[in-house]
T-cell receptor
Framework: AQSVTQPDIHITVSEGASLELRCNYS??????LFWYVQSPGQGLQLLLK??????LVQGIKGFEAEFKRSQSSFNLRKPSVHWSDAAEYFC??????????????FGKGTHLIIQP | SQTIHQWPATLVQPVGSPLSLECTVE??????LYWYRQAAGRGLQLLFY??????ISSEVPQNLSASRPQDRQFILSSKKLLLSDSGFYLC???????????FGAGTRLSVL
């Protein structure tokens, strides 16, 4: 079974500084990888996804992520954070065998705090 | 465009009472539907998923059940709530064959 690890529960970054959120996955075949963002009390919004091809993927709100198969990682980055980026970030993996039907496996999330 | 609705947004229920949370999707047909629970510090746990009317798969045995009476309607139920059922419940949908899931705004359930 697949699993996702987000090693950082909380991260504090100054506004305008760069950001990297870590995500490691465990899955035997080609993973389908996602980053979602959740504002307090809200649902999840898809930031970006990786299915195949270029290992550097661009998403919404200026985010990007890089798939590194050798490290089983899919880290999320942003060159300059804004106060509005404060939220919970979730990395997720989909099982190829499920064809998308049987849901995603999520990490436990990273809470991003932005300092003024 | 497609939209997903969940209600209620907030619910406070006593232990032992029944539960019914509803989720509907508009603007698409034959979606895959999902119920997740989010407990503090524990990420999202997939509870149920459905690929069609009356077809429910359970990921975690528990005090909850799910039903899909119509193509775009997904209901989460319990006959008797436990304290441990408290949490944030999220409904999601995807198109057939797609891994991309779209989430509703969630229901905050507090069992007291």
């Amino acid at each position: 079974a697949q699993s996702v690890t987000q090693p950082d529960i909380h991260i504090t970054v100054s506004e305008g500084a760069s950001l990297e959120l870590r995500c490691n996955y465990s899955y035997g075949a080609t993973p389908y990888l996602f980053w979602y963002v959740q504002s307090p009390g809200q649902g999840l919004q898809l930031l970006l996804k990786y299915f195949s091809g270029d290992t550097l993927v661009q998403g919404i709100k200026g985010f990007e992520a890089e798939f590194k198969r050798s490290q089983s990682s899919f880290n999320l980055r942003k060159p300059s954070v804004h106060w509005s980026d404060a939220a919970e970030y979730f990395c997720a993996v989909g099982a190829e065998s499920g064809g998308g039907a049987d849901g995603l496996t999520f990490g436990k999330g990273t809470h991003l705090i932005i300092q003024p | 465009s497609q939209t997903i609705h969940q209600w209620p947004a907030t619910l406070v229920q006593p232990v032992g009472s029944p539960l019914s949370l509803e989720c509907t999707v508009e603007g698409t047909s034959n979606p895959n539907l999902y119920w997740y629970r989010q407990a503090a510090g524990r990420g999202l746990q997939l509870l149920f998923y459905s690929v069609g009317i009356g077809q429910i798969s359970s990921e975690v045995p528990q005090n909850l059940s799910a039903s899909r009476p119509q193509d775009r309607q997904f209901i989460l139920s319990s006959k008797k709530l436990l304290l441990s059922d408290s949490g944030f419940y999220l409904c999601a949908w995807s198109t057939r064959g797609s891994y991309i899931q779209y989430f509703g705004a969630g229901t905050r359930l507090s069992v007291l």
